[in-house]
């Protein structure tokens, strides 16, 4: 099956050479100069993966993500000039799955883009009948729903991103476990985990503004000092 990827960048340069590499590996390809352009495009045709650029002009790379992130569900990559850990930090915030710094390999944004899709398919993919999950893991005011990979609290909807949800349901489904900051990276990542970086902090800290009445003082998913963290409520199935 053919993926269509998204590239978002006001740089035709950058534009054409991703689009060259990303048909020469059969992706189907569109283009967007601006924030506004791609989110246009992103509500008539089905995008499997965006890659965004962050300076744009007009509505910028976050506040594109920040838009995608409330609506929809799909792999997002940074790809960027602006290499500061703040920069970093603000777009994994906003829900960007990865991130890749300017000027690029060709064939290492290839990669990741392989990776991210392989993972998001395999997370949405059927599993094998003695795998079956329930439909719903359920505690407390939350639901997250396995077959859309959607969360309800207090029965409101909220969109997840895929690793949002591999990072929930890697807790809901071990109450009570402390998990290491390298256990939750290899496990929802699926990747080696190499050196101490804010990439679990930042995605903790997202999740916790979804799931928790005050993220400040979480309920479900609290720190264990000097160890990782732990979902602290029993989890029923439905």
């Known amino acids: ?14 534009v054409e050479l ?18 506004e352009e791609a989110w246009a495009l992103l ?29 929809l569900r ?10 500061g850990d703040v920069d970093k930090v603000t777009g994994l915030g906003l829900g960007a799955d990865d991130f890749i710094a300017k000027p690029f390999s060709p064939i290492e944004v290839m990669a990741r883009i392989q990776a991210q899709l392989r993972r998001y398919y395999d997370l949405l993919g059927a599993q094998p009948a003695a795998e079956i ?12 729903d396995h077959a859309s990979c959607m969360l309800y609290r207090e029965n409101e909807g909220i969109v997840l991103g895929p690793l949002e949800y591999r990072l929930l349901n890697l807790f809901m489904n071990s109450p009570g ?14 990747e080696p985990y190499l050196e101490d970086s804010n990439t679990v902090m930042v995605q903790i800290s997202r999740l916790r503004d979804k799931i928790e009445n005050d993220a400040k003082h979480p309920r479900y998913l609290q720190t ?4 990782g963290y732990k979902w602290i409520s029993q989890v029923s199935s439905t």
């Not at 991703?18 to 924030?35: H, M, P, T």
């Not at 799909?74 to 290499?83: G, H, N, R």
């Not at 264990?224 to 160890?227: Q, R, V």
């Open 1 to 14: 099956m053919t993926r269509t990827v998204l590239i978002v960048d006001d740089e035709e340069e950058i």
């Open 18 to 35: 991703l689009r060259i590499f990303l048909e020469k590996e059969n992706y189907a390809v569109r283009e967007a100069g601006s924030g």
């Open 43 to 71: 509500q008539r045709e089905h995008i499997d993966l965006a890659l965004v650029d962050i300076m744009m002009p007009g509505m910028d790379g976050y506040q594109l993500i920040s838009r995608i992130r409330e609506k």
């Open 74 to 83: 799909l792999p997002v990559i940074i790809i960027s000039a602006k290499t």
């Open 133 to 144: 999950k329930p439909a719903r893991s359920v505690c407390g005011s939350l639901q997250l």
């Open 177 to 190: 476990r402390i998990y290491t900051k390298k256990q939750i990276y290899e496990a929802v990542w699926n």
């Open 224 to 227: 264990i000092k000097g160890l």
